[in-house]
């Protein structure tokens, strides 16, 4: 399935803007992106294997809640980092 990789996480993944991978579940698929670019899925997951409170991930147009979330290989997934400033 394809990944979708915001521009700040980029520079974990050689600049991949989307990237294919396999899992059955979210969580399959951070690891394969792990395995791939390590590290990567600590920016995502906390050390409690929880989405990071400013990460959002969708699976096509819904918000992925938990890393147990199944997929199908046709899923499209898209990775959003919440911005801040002041």
């Known amino acids: 399935m394809n990944v979708h990789i915001p ?3 980029r520079s974990y ?9 396999d899992g059955s579940t979210l ?4 690891c394969s992106l792990d395995a791939r670019y390590p ?4 920016r995502i997951v906390t050390e409690k294997d929880r989405i990071r409170p400013h ?3 969708f699976v ?13 290989p046709r ?3 898209y990775i959003v980092c919440a911005l801040s400033g002041g």
């Open 39 to 42: 590290g990567f899925r600590f």
């Open 7 to 9: 521009s700040a996480l």
């Open 13 to 21: 993944t050689n600049q991949e803007s989307d990237v294919s991978v």
């Open 27 to 30: 969580g399959d698929v951070l």
């Open 75 to 77: 899923d499209r997934i």
């Open 55 to 57: 990460i959002r991930i």
């Open 60 to 72: 096509n147009d819904e918000q992925a809640q938990e890393l147990l979330a199944p997929l199908d």
